[in-house]
């Protein structure tokens, strides 16, 4: 398995009616290895779209293709061998320690009445490892900080063996230090041949790890190719209705960030001329 995805004329409602489709006609191809940041305003269906990928959702039409092998003729069990989801949220309520969560991602291999053999302990563990939290391993997980938990549900689909891992939003109500260790752990996996396809709120980390990114919204995909050449202030701004500026540090990074601009108002013409007066 190389993990390289093919999404196809992707559509999906909850009714059926072509009013209350949530998106319709998503398509776009990844290589292995790959890092594909999905962004686009509250409620545009970025979370559904992923949980379609995932087979956790039946699209109604278009088709998820994984190494050529469309989803739609494997079972459940062979899916989660092959795509590993990691939830927007997801609350740990019983105090399992953080090895019993990471060996609960081998469950399509383990079976219904089995128990974990020693190769189980042993891809949790070294899933840990990879991850930097083996030294949690016998923390309850309801003593864990947030950006540790995140890591802890990372490590969880990564025992799976996934060629393809989805992470929706995996850096929500993470501080900026824990963003960018989360970002660090998604370029990690990257180099060593994962795809990746992670759904954000900032468009920073876009520019910071990936190759490609799709703006979802109004229920398409408004813009979808490199970062560097598809984000610019004019798609920001269409896509989160308000002024954002990018600006590029040169000082040893070379990087460009969004800025956005507070209480600035324009004037229709004004968006189209595609300027703002007074604008440091």
Not at 39 to 56: D, E, F, H, I, V
Not at 162 to 175: A, C, M, N, Q
Request: charge should be positive.
């Amino acid at each position: 398995m190389t993990g390289r995805v093919n999404i196809s004329n992707l559509c999906f409602g909850y009714t059926g009616r072509e009013k209350d489709l949530v998106f319709s006609k998503i398509s776009f191809d990844l290589e292995q290895g790959e890092v594909f940041c999905l962004l686009g305003p509250n409620g545009s269906g970025k979370s559904t779209l992923l949980k379609c990928m995932a087979r956790l959702l039946n699209p109604l039409e278009g088709s998820v293709c994984l190494d050529g092998e469309n989803l739609n003729t494997l079972g459940a069990g062979k899916i989660a061998r092959k795509i590993g989801f990691v939830p927007q949220s997801l609350v740990c309520v019983f105090p399992f320690t953080v090895e019993d969560i990471v060996i609960m991602g081998r469950a399509s291999r383990i079976g219904m009445i089995s128990s974990p053999s020693k190769t189980d302990r042993r891809k949790a563990f070294e899933s840990m490892e990879r991850i930097g939290i083996s030294h949690l391993a016998k923390r309850p997980c309801n003593r864990l900080s947030g950006g540790e938990w995140q890591l802890v549900l990372i490590a969880r689909a990564l025992t799976q063996s996934p060629g393809v891992l989805l992470l929706d939003e995996p850096t929500s109500h993470l501080d900026l230090g824990n963003q960018i260790k989360i970002l660090e752990v998604v370029d990690s996996l990257a180099k060593e041949g994962i795809t990746i396809i992670m759904a954000s709120h900032f468009p920073d980390h876009a520019f910071l790890n990936a190759d490609k990114v799709g703006i979802l919204k109004d229920r398409t995909m408004i813009a979808l190719g490199d970062p560097n050449k598809v984000l610019s202030e004019d798609v920001l701004e269409i896509t989160y209705g308000i002024t954002i500026k990018i600006v590029t540090i040169d000082e040893g990074i070379n990087r460009k960030i969004c800025v956005p601009v507070l209480n600035q108002k324009k004037t229709k013409q004004q968006v189209k001329n595609g300027s703002i007066d007074g604008l440091v």
